[in-house]
């Protein structure tokens, strides 16, 4: 039987480092933030409620993404579900109190939703998303918004607004660009449900495995996830966003050349090149890997 996620990385070079604002578990309601080595797990802890999100959880996931995108110390971060369910999307009895505000609260509301989604997109760390059981609405866009998604072959997912009249407006972006136009034309217009395979194949699961073995496979991603250099997975990330769906003209071909000659030059990459050419392990790379 696969290990359970519970020491995600080993023999890390540095323990983790508590800055000025400690995510002490008591902090909030609505969300669990475990720190295990250098891996920070978030967990939607609504699992009565199938982890739908309301307003208290979209705030508190906000507050807690920042917070362990400013901490040094952690090198990855994987976005869970308690109980049966990943996320179920959003809390129909929070969006029936929604339909009930003025056009200027709704507004605001719908912009803290697409803050946390943003939020959890342009993290500069690493993040993984762990998928179970229900994934609906704005649970895909949660998983489409993480690096990389692992998901339970019996897992289920959905994009039913339209089926309440709704449209899933603020995780478009990110859907969009994980499944594609053609697949989200379907998936939005019909709302019907669709297996994990399916979203393997259309690319919104990277890896799919059965439940027992999920927490393994993460493990062995995170395990080469901090092998890499940390500033490096940064400006990665940056990269991606610079480049992605842009053409290759002369504007982008100056903004890579540029990028690659101040990376050259930073301290994590002399130490990268030094340690490969010295064939040893990068001071980044946790003792034991």
């Not at 008591?26 to 920070?40: E, G, K, P």
């Not at 990110?174 to 998936?187: D, S």
């Not at 062995?220 to 901090?226: F, K, P, R, S, Y």
Request: aromatic fraction near 4%; glycine fraction near 6%.
């Amino acid at each position: 039987m696969t290990k359970k996620l519970t020491k995600p990385v080993r023999k890390l070079a540095k323990p983790v480092r508590r800055g000025p604002e400690p995510l002490a578990p008591t902090l909030f309601r609505s969300i669990d933030v475990d720190m295990r080595a250098a891996v920070a797990v978030v967990t939607l802890n609504r699992p009565d409620m199938h982890n739908a999100f309301d307003e208290l959880l979209i705030a508190e996931l906000t507050t807690a993404l920042q917070r362990l995108d400013r901490e040094e110390s952690v090198r990855a971060v994987v976005l869970a579900g308690a109980g049966k369910s990943f996320c179920a999307g959003a809390d129909l009895n929070w969006m029936k109190k929604m339909a009930a505000f003025s056009s200027s609260q709704n507004l605001a509301d719908a912009k803290a939703l697409a803050k946390m989604l943003q939020t959890l997109s342009q993290l500069s760390k690493p993040t993984i998303a762990r998928v179970h059981g229900a994934v609906f609405g704005g649970g895909v866009g949660l998983v489409a918004c993480c690096d990389i998604a692992v998901g339970d072959m019996n897992a289920t997912f959905a994009l039913s607004e339209a089926r309440l009249g709704l449209i899933p407006a603020t995780i478009a972006p990110y859907v969009i660009e994980a499944i594609g136009a053609r697949a989200a034309r379907r998936y939005f217009l019909s709302g019907e449900r669709f297996t994990a395979a399916e979203a393997f194949r259309l690319g919104l699961l990277h890896e799919l495995v059965p439940l027992p073995e999920l927490d393994g496979m993460i493990n062995e991603i995170l395990g080469a996830l901090v092998t890499s250099g940390p500033a490096a997975q940064t400006e990665c990330k940056a990269l991606i966003r610079a480049v992605a769906h842009r053409p290759a003209d002369a504007s982008m071909l100056a903004d890579t050349a540029r990028r690659i000659a101040r990376v050259r030059a930073s301290p994590e990459a002399r130490e990268g090149v030094a340690a490969f050419l010295g064939k040893r392990k990068a001071s980044w790379v946790p003792r034991g890997e």
